[in-house]
Nanobody, 126 residues
Framework: QARLVESGGGLVQPGGSLRLSCAAS????????IAWFRQAPGKEREEVSC????????TYADSVKGRFTLSRDNAKNTVYLQMNNLRPVDTAVYYC???????????????????RGQGTQVTVSA
Protein backbone atom coordinates (compact mmCIF):
# COMPACT_ATOMS: atom_id res chain seq x y z
CA GLN A 1 0.00 0.00 0.00
CA ALA A 2 1.46 3.35 -1.05
CA ARG A 3 1.85 5.78 1.82
CA LEU A 4 3.94 8.43 3.54
CA VAL A 5 5.19 7.90 7.08
CA GLU A 6 6.57 10.70 9.24
CA SER A 7 8.96 10.28 12.13
CA GLY A 8 11.22 12.38 14.32
CA GLY A 9 8.74 14.42 16.30
CA GLY A 10 8.91 14.83 20.03
CA LEU A 11 9.44 17.20 22.92
CA VAL A 12 12.27 19.70 22.74
CA GLN A 13 13.28 22.78 24.69
CA PRO A 14 13.20 26.23 23.10
CA GLY A 15 16.29 26.73 21.01
CA GLY A 16 16.63 23.02 20.36
CA SER A 17 16.52 21.06 17.13
CA LEU A 18 14.61 18.20 15.60
CA ARG A 19 14.78 16.47 12.25
CA LEU A 20 11.56 15.16 10.81
CA SER A 21 11.58 12.45 8.18
CA CYS A 22 8.94 11.64 5.61
CA ALA A 23 9.47 8.25 4.04
CA ALA A 24 7.52 7.01 1.07
CA SER A 25 6.67 3.38 0.55
CA UNK A 26 4.89 1.77 -2.34
CA UNK A 27 5.76 4.56 -4.75
CA UNK A 28 8.74 6.68 -5.72
CA UNK A 29 9.04 10.33 -4.74
CA UNK A 30 11.07 11.25 -7.81
CA UNK A 31 8.18 12.84 -9.67
CA UNK A 32 6.45 14.37 -6.69
CA UNK A 33 6.54 17.77 -5.05
CA ILE A 34 6.67 17.31 -1.27
CA ALA A 35 5.44 19.71 1.38
CA TRP A 36 5.33 19.85 5.14
CA PHE A 37 2.28 21.35 6.80
CA ARG A 38 1.59 22.00 10.44
CA GLN A 39 -1.48 22.67 12.48
CA ALA A 40 -1.74 23.70 16.10
CA PRO A 41 -4.96 23.53 18.13
CA GLY A 42 -7.18 26.47 17.34
CA LYS A 43 -4.95 27.68 14.51
CA GLU A 44 -5.15 27.43 10.75
CA ARG A 45 -3.12 24.91 8.82
CA GLU A 46 0.15 26.38 7.61
CA GLU A 47 2.43 25.23 4.84
CA VAL A 48 5.87 25.16 6.40
CA SER A 49 7.97 24.27 3.38
CA CYS A 50 7.74 22.74 -0.07
CA UNK A 51 10.41 21.13 -2.23
CA UNK A 52 9.96 20.57 -5.93
CA UNK A 53 10.40 17.15 -7.55
CA UNK A 54 13.47 18.44 -9.37
CA UNK A 55 15.02 19.76 -6.14
CA UNK A 56 15.45 23.12 -7.87
CA UNK A 57 12.79 24.98 -5.92
CA UNK A 58 12.27 25.08 -2.17
CA THR A 59 9.96 27.49 -0.41
CA TYR A 60 9.53 28.34 3.27
CA ALA A 61 6.94 30.11 5.35
CA ASP A 62 8.23 33.44 6.64
CA SER A 63 7.83 32.12 10.17
CA VAL A 64 10.48 29.43 9.65
CA LYS A 65 12.91 31.01 7.16
CA GLY A 66 16.47 30.77 8.36
CA ARG A 67 15.59 28.11 10.95
CA PHE A 68 14.15 25.20 8.95
CA THR A 69 15.75 23.39 6.04
CA LEU A 70 13.94 20.99 3.74
CA SER A 71 15.86 18.44 1.72
CA ARG A 72 15.16 15.29 -0.18
CA ASP A 73 17.05 12.10 -0.84
CA ASN A 74 15.38 10.42 -3.76
CA ALA A 75 17.69 7.43 -3.46
CA LYS A 76 16.25 6.81 0.02
CA ASN A 77 12.77 7.89 -1.05
CA THR A 78 12.74 10.24 1.92
CA VAL A 79 12.37 13.93 2.63
CA TYR A 80 13.87 15.60 5.69
CA LEU A 81 12.83 18.73 7.57
CA GLN A 82 15.65 20.00 9.75
CA MET A 83 14.26 22.34 12.38
CA ASN A 84 16.68 24.49 14.37
CA ASN A 85 16.20 27.17 17.00
CA LEU A 86 12.74 25.87 17.74
CA ARG A 87 10.26 28.13 19.48
CA PRO A 88 7.12 27.38 21.48
CA VAL A 89 5.05 28.75 18.58
CA ASP A 90 6.39 25.90 16.44
CA THR A 91 4.41 23.44 18.55
CA ALA A 92 1.99 21.63 16.24
CA VAL A 93 1.23 18.39 14.46
CA TYR A 94 3.45 18.25 11.39
CA TYR A 95 2.54 16.19 8.38
CA CYS A 96 4.00 15.69 4.94
CA UNK A 97 2.10 15.45 1.70
CA UNK A 98 2.96 14.72 -1.91
CA UNK A 99 1.54 15.64 -5.30
CA UNK A 100 2.77 14.86 -8.80
CA UNK A 101 4.66 17.83 -10.11
CA UNK A 102 2.84 20.17 -12.47
CA UNK A 103 5.57 22.71 -13.16
CA UNK A 104 8.82 24.14 -11.94
CA UNK A 105 7.31 25.73 -8.83
CA UNK A 106 6.55 23.45 -5.92
CA UNK A 107 2.88 22.94 -5.16
CA UNK A 108 1.11 20.44 -2.93
CA UNK A 109 -2.57 20.63 -2.09
CA UNK A 110 -3.02 20.80 1.70
CA UNK A 111 -6.23 18.77 1.64
CA UNK A 112 -6.39 16.97 -1.70
CA UNK A 113 -2.83 15.77 -2.10
CA UNK A 114 -2.17 12.41 -3.70
CA UNK A 115 -0.53 11.18 -0.52
CA ARG A 116 -0.49 12.44 3.05
CA GLY A 117 1.13 11.12 6.19
CA GLN A 118 -0.53 10.61 9.52
CA GLY A 119 1.36 13.41 11.23
CA THR A 120 3.90 13.67 14.01
CA GLN A 121 3.65 15.84 17.12
CA VAL A 122 6.29 18.48 17.76
CA THR A 123 6.18 20.15 21.17
CA VAL A 124 8.54 22.97 22.08
CA SER A 125 8.44 23.69 25.77
CA ALA A 126 10.71 24.36 28.69
Amino acid sequence: QARLVESGGGLVQPGGSLRLSCAASGFTLNYYDIAWFRQAPGKEREEVSCIAHSNTSTTYADSVKGRFTLSRDNAKNTVYLQMNNLRPVDTAVYYCAADLFTGSVCYVSPLLSSYRGQGTQVTVSA
